[in-house]
Each structure stands twice: as structure tokens, then as C-alpha cells.
């Protein structure tokens, strides 16, 4: 009976001993595998960390880089000019002149339309009794075009008992007037000979330049012969300034 006991015993250890070992080979697969996947995850991590630590290291250059890349690649834009303020400013045209006699060492001086036409006065400028009023002090632009037109004969032909016709020269002289100054100040002058044989003439003196001039101050053109400034047209003839 004992002997029957001990062989039952045995022989299930027998038929135990397998299974057994075959349930602690798949736990030690399912450990390594564990292990393994555990491993992967640390150096994936480590990996990942050290490219942020890299990126965080040296963000300048990146930086750096891009702005140069955009400064390359945009053009910077242009400054775009917006006036602060209305100027002063003002185009004058020629009207039909009255001969008036020469004043000591000065050329008699024309009088302008200021408001029809062409003409303008705007931002304070104004224009009164033949005088552009400068309304602030200032670096101005000053400029004039006077138009001469007669007849013709040889410079000082007197032949016959006749004076001459026309002058050798004409002179055109922009004038400005200051109270802070007793005498005119002579700021542009041109002078162009006309001594020419021709059945008639014209010419046209153009002036204009940069002034720095004071509130108050007044500005006049005076020509040397008044009877020879071509009034017929407005773009022929004309006085005007504005401020820089």
C-alpha cells in the first residue's frame, strides 16, 4: 500500500515538474521583455533630453540667423514724407503794367494778380500793394520769370534824329524790404543783352534761389524798361515763393 503511495507521488511530481517549468520560462520571457522595453524607454528619454538641452543652449544663433535671412530677403521699407504742417506759399501773375517814372537807384516794380487764374496766395502768405509778405520766418524759395517783347533796330541807331527803340540791356532785380534795414536788399539779378537786327523781339529772365528770410519781410521784382514785360500771358510772366 505504502509502495502504491510513493509511486502515485512520484509519478505526478513527474507529470507537475514540466508544466512548472515551463510557467517559470514564460515569466522570465515576460521579465526580460519588461526589462528591455524599460531600457528603450530611458534612452529614448535621454535622447530626447539632450536635443532640448542642445536647442536650449544656443537659441541666439538661431536667432541671429533668422534676422539676418529676413533683413537679406525683405527690403527695409521706405520712409514715407508726410508734411507736419500747411506752408506758406504763393504763385503770382503778371498784369498790364502803368509806366511809372524811376525811383532814386531803384527800377520801378511790377504789381501782380494774387487770386484769378494761376495766381494764389495761400497759408498766410500775402500779397499787398505790389509786395509778397513773408508770414514766418524761414528758408524760402524765391524765384521769378520775366518776359520782355519789342521792336527791333540796331542798339543806339539815332540816324535820322530818332532815339533808340530799345534798351542795350534788360535787367530783372527781386527786392526784398525790411524794416530791420533801412536801404532794399538786391537777393537775385539777371541782365541779358538785346542788342540783336531783327523786325522784333522777345526774351524771357528766369531767377530763383534759396533765402533765409525774417517774418515781416517784404519782397518786390523790379525791371529796368516796365513798358517791355509781356502781360499777354500768365505762364509767361510770374513771381512766386514758398517755404522749404
Keep these: 500500500m505504502t509502495e502504491e503511495l510513493g509511486l502515485g507521488f512520484e509519478e505526478a511530481a513527474r507529470v507537475e515538474m514540466p508544466e512548472a517549468r515551463a510557467r517559470l520560462g514564460a515569466s522570465n520571457k515576460t ?132 532815339q533808340p527803340n530799345r534798351p542795350e540791356s534788360i535787367i530783372v532785380v527781386i527786392t526784398k524790404v525790411t524794416d530791420n534795414y533801412p536801404e532794399p536788399a538786391h537777393l537775385l539779378t539777371g541782365t541779358k543783352s538785346v542788342c540783336e537786327i531783327s523786325s522784333n523781339w522777345f526774351q524771357p529772365l528766369y531767377l530763383g534761389a534759396m533765402f533765409s528770410l525774417e517774418e515781416g519781410d517784404r519782397l518786390m521784382v523790379n525791371v529796368s524798361d516796365i513798358s517791355l514785360v509781356d502781360y499777354t500771358k500768365e505762364d509767361k510772366t510770374f513771381f512766386g515763393a514758398f517755404l522749404l
Design 31 to 162: 521579465c526580460l521583455a519588461l526589462v528591455c522595453c524599460l531600457l528603450s524607454f530611458s534612452i529614448l528619454a535621454g535622447l530626447s533630453t539632450f536635443l532640448m538641452l542642445g536647442q536650449l543652449r544656443a537659441p541666439g544663433k538661431d536667432c541671429v540667423l533668422r534676422a539676418i535671412t529676413e533683413e537679406k530677403s525683405e527690403p527695409s521699407p521706405q520712409p514715407v514724407y508726410t508734411p507736419s504742417r500747411a506752408k506758406p506759399r504763393a504763385h503770382l501773375t503778371i498784369l498790364k503794367q502803368t509806366p511809372v517814372p524811376h525811383l532814386k537807384n531803384q527800377f520801378p516794380a511790377l504789381h501782380w494778380e494774387h487770386e484769378l487764374g494761376l495766381a494764389f496766395t495761400k497759408n498766410r502768405m500775402n500779397y499787398t500793394n505790389k509786395f509778397l509778405v513773408i508770414p514766418e520766418s524761414g528758408d524760402y524759395f524765391i524765384y521769378s520769370q520775366i518776359t520782355f517783347r519789342g521792336l527791333k533796330s540796331r542798339c543806339g541807331d539815332t540816324s535820322q534824329g530818332r
